[in-house]
Structure formats: C-alpha cells, structure tokens
C-alpha cells in the first residue's frame, strides 16, 4: 500500500516561509511525475505546482509565480514545495498526489482537469495570518 505523507505546515505571518515535504513508502518519486494541490473548505481543491518526471515544472496558479517552488530530491523519495513571502490567501490544506503511470504535468484550474492520480497524502494545513 502506497503512502504519501507531508510535512512541514504551520501558522506563520504574512511574508514569511515554509517548506512542505512529501515522503513515500513503497513509491518512488523518479521517472512520475509529482502534483501539489492546495484546498480550503468548502472549496474546489486547486493545483498548485507540479514536477515532470523529467523535471519539467508546471505552474498552475498564477498568484504563486515567483513565490513557490518545487522540486525533488535525488533519493527519489522526497519532494519540496517551498512557499516563500507568504500570504493570507494562500492559507489551505496542502497535500502532494502522484500515480505510477502518471509522467507529465498536466491540467487546468479554471476546467477542474487533472490526470487521474491513484495516491496522495493527507495533506498539511498551513495557515498564514497576523
């Protein structure tokens, strides 16, 4: 059984940062592709950022450009999302998803379109506020 775990949410101030972390069991991230998604309740869950398993990123949210990054590391078993000069509208639950078959980014907010993807974690709360 496949488990993803994240990592690394918390209340912080505006402007400030965090770094998420996405571990497996069982799964290795190399040669798949890994999505972050980012969800408040009551509300349509929302792509975040995602890495191809050529580690090609894709972007799917304007509002972060320039603020967030991902990446992985070279275990293959642990992927990043680094959210830096934070803010409150960025407050959500933030969980990493991937699937076996899964190598490319793709998808689309404004359609609600994403690959089918068979794991993904509980996710994280991160919350920013004064």
């Known amino acids: 059984q496949v488990q993803l775990t994240e990592s690394g949410g918390g209340l912080v101030p505006p402007g400030e940062s965090l770094r998420l972390s996405c571990t497996a069991d069982?799964?290795?991230?190399?040669?798949?592709?890994i999505y972050w998604f980012r969800q408040v309740p009551g509300k349509e869950r929302e792509g975040v950022l995602c890495?191809?398993?050529?580690?090609?990123?894709?972007n799917f949210v304007e509002s972060i450009k320039g603020r967030f990054t991902i990446s992985r590391d070279n275990s293959g078993h642990t992927v990043y999302l680094q959210m830096n000069s934070l803010k409150p509208e960025d407050t959500a639950i933030y969980y990493c998803?991937?699937?076996?078959?899964?190598?490319?980014?793709?998808?689309?907010?404004?359609?609600?379109?994403?690959?089918?993807?068979?794991?993904r974690g509980q996710g994280t709360q991160v919350t920013v506020s004064s």
């Open positions: 890495i191809s398993a050529s580690d090609e990123v894709k």
């Open positions: 998803a991937a699937d076996s078959l899964v190598t490319a980014c793709t998808g689309d907010n404004d359609l609600d379109i994403f690959p089918p993807l068979e794991y």
């Open positions: 069982a799964f290795t991230f190399d040669r798949r592709a």
